[in-house]
Antibody, heavy 122, light 109 residues
Framework: EVQLVESGGGLVQPGRSLRLSCAAS????????MHWVRQAPGKGLEWVSG????????GYADSVKGRFTISRDNAKNSLYLQMNSLRAEDTALYYC???????????????WGQGTLVTVSS | QSALTQPASVSGSPGQSITISCTGT?????????VSWYQQHPGKAPKLMIY???KRPSGVSNRFSGSKSGNTASLTISGLQAEDEADYYC?????????FGGGTKLTVL
């Protein structure tokens, strides 16, 4: 069974950092691009970042560029999101999602995790 | 990276067909055949319904179809069923980034 499990969310003060992880199983992880998508409480989906199969191509939403860093470890079947300088508006449920191709052009997100909640508040 | 424009809500009766539009620009929807559509029920993770504009993943009903004309993509659901009631989001590649629409709440009357 293809599965994605996020972890690392929690309550954090503005300006602090947090690192999210996504453990993948049930498929050949290094054959696919991966993405982070977030959803603020009661709001819509927002694409955050994507990374190609070999980390050779990476993209970020303008809202997180310069503050967030996406990475992956294919040997550990894991995806990460390092979030620095967190703001209240970063409060959201963060989903890890698998693309349908190797390239971070978001062809279609075929599998989603259940998300990990990040709350930025003092 | 402005969000794609979707109607906030649409509704239809069981058995009817509805269409949800998704309007972008020549930098995203108009430039790439990389529009995908997602269905999200309350409290659940999104589910891929259409990818690359008009392709259906295995297991998705053929009542769901996608199309594009210029800068606007569309999702059509035919033969509406009660379980189709959900939020629907479009998404497009925009060259080094991607962007979602604001979402459309589908109500089955």
């Amino acid at each position: 069974e293809v599965q994605l499990v996020e972890s690392g969310g929690g309550l954090v003060q503005p300006g602090r950092s947090l690192r999210l992880s996504c453990a993948a199983s049930g498929f050949t992880f290094d054959d696919y691009a991966m993405h982070w998508v977030r959803q603020a409480p009661g709001k819509g989906l927002e694409w955050v970042s994507g990374i190609s199969w070999n980390s050779g191509s990476i993209g970020y939403a303008d809202s997180v560029k310069g503050r967030f860093t996406i990475s992956r470890d294919n040997a550990k079947n894991s995806l990460y999101l390092q979030m620095n300088s967190l703001r209240a508006e970063d409060t959201a449920l963060y989903y890890c999602a698998k693309d349908s191709t190797r390239y971070d052009i978001l062809t279609g997100l075929t599998t989603w995790g259940q998300g990990t909640l990040v709350t930025v508040s003092s | 990276q402005s969000a794609l424009t979707q109607p906030a809500s649409v509704s239809g009766s069981p058995g009817q067909s509805i269409t949800i539009s998704c309007t972008g620009t020549s930098s995203d929807v108009g430039s790439y055949n990389l529009v995908s559509w997602y269905q999200q029920h309350p409290g659940k993770a999104p589910k891929l319904m259409i990818y690359e504009g008009s392709k259906r993943p295995s297991g998705v009903s053929n009542r769901f179809s996608g199309s594009k004309s210029g800068n606007t993509a569309s999702l059509t659901i035919s033969g509406l069923q009660a379980e189709d009631e959900a939020d629907y989001y479009c998404c497009s590649y925009a060259g080094s980034s991607s962007v979602f629409g604001g979402g459309t709440k589908l109500t089955v009357l």
